[in-house]
Each structure stands twice: as C-alpha cells, then as structure tokens.
Nanobody, 125 residues
Framework: QVQLVESGGGLVQAGGSLRLSCVGS????????LGWFRQAPGKEREFVAG????????LIADPVKGRFTISRDNAKNTMWLQMSSLKPEDTAVYYC??????????????????WGQGTQVTVSS
C-alpha cells in the first residue's frame, strides 16, 4: 500500500500559478496509476487529472484542460500538478491518490485510495 502526501498549495491571485507535489512512500509508486482530485466546500470530490503507471498517458478534466498539466518522476516517487491561469472556481482542497483496480485510467474517486490530508488552494479574484 502506498501512502501519499500532498504539498504546494497556497493563496494566489486569479491568473497566477501553483505547482502541487505528491510524494509516495514506497518503491512500488511506479506501478500505480495516479490521480489528482479536488473538493470545494459543499461539493463532491471531483477528478482533476490522472497519469497512468505505464506509458505516462494522461487525462485532464475539461474544466482545467489547457491550464493544468500532470507529470510524474517514478525515480523520485513524486507526481506534480502544474496549475496555471488559476480561477477563483479552482479554489478547493486538492488530493492525490492511487488507482486500486483496472488497467485503464478511471476518473472517479471510487477507484482510488491512499488519500492524504490534501493541500488547500485558494484563488482570490
């Protein structure tokens, strides 16, 4: 089982950028498809971006497509979410997690585990 720790959140003005990091606890980090999710107050947790364990194929959710990119370095047990052109509606707690089943990337939190405490991203207008 992989434990994941998120960092890099903060307060930023609209139009600004942040880079979130997700560090895994085990060498098997490289064998997992990984994802970023976010949850705003009063809303359900939603998929933001994912990256497969093999081939580094990625999937980006429509609300952030063209603004966010996901990447990973398995040698460092680390995944990143580069966020640019941030909007107030991007304000949320951001979480990373690993997919527990299947070969494809499923953009649904029900397929993921290893949730950490998350990191708060606040975008001011």
């Amino acid at each position: 089982q992989v434990q994941l720790v998120e960092s890099g959140g903060g307060l930023v003005q609209a139009g600004g950028s942040l880079r979130l990091s997700c560090v895994g606890s085990r060498r098997t980090f490289s064998r997992y498809t990984l994802g970023w999710f976010r949850q705003a107050p009063g809303k359900e947790r939603e998929f933001v971006a994912g990256i497969k364990w093999i081939g580094d194929d990625t999937l980006i959710a429509d609300p952030v497509k063209g603004r966010f990119t996901i990447s990973r370095d398995n040698a460092k047990n680390t995944m990143w979410l580069q966020m640019s052109s941030l909007k107030p509606e991007d304000t949320a707690v951001y979480y990373c997690a690993y997919q527990t089943t299947g070969l494809d990337l499923y953009p649904n939190p029900a397929y993921f585990a290893g949730w950490g405490q998350g990191t708060q991203v606040t975008v001011s207008s």
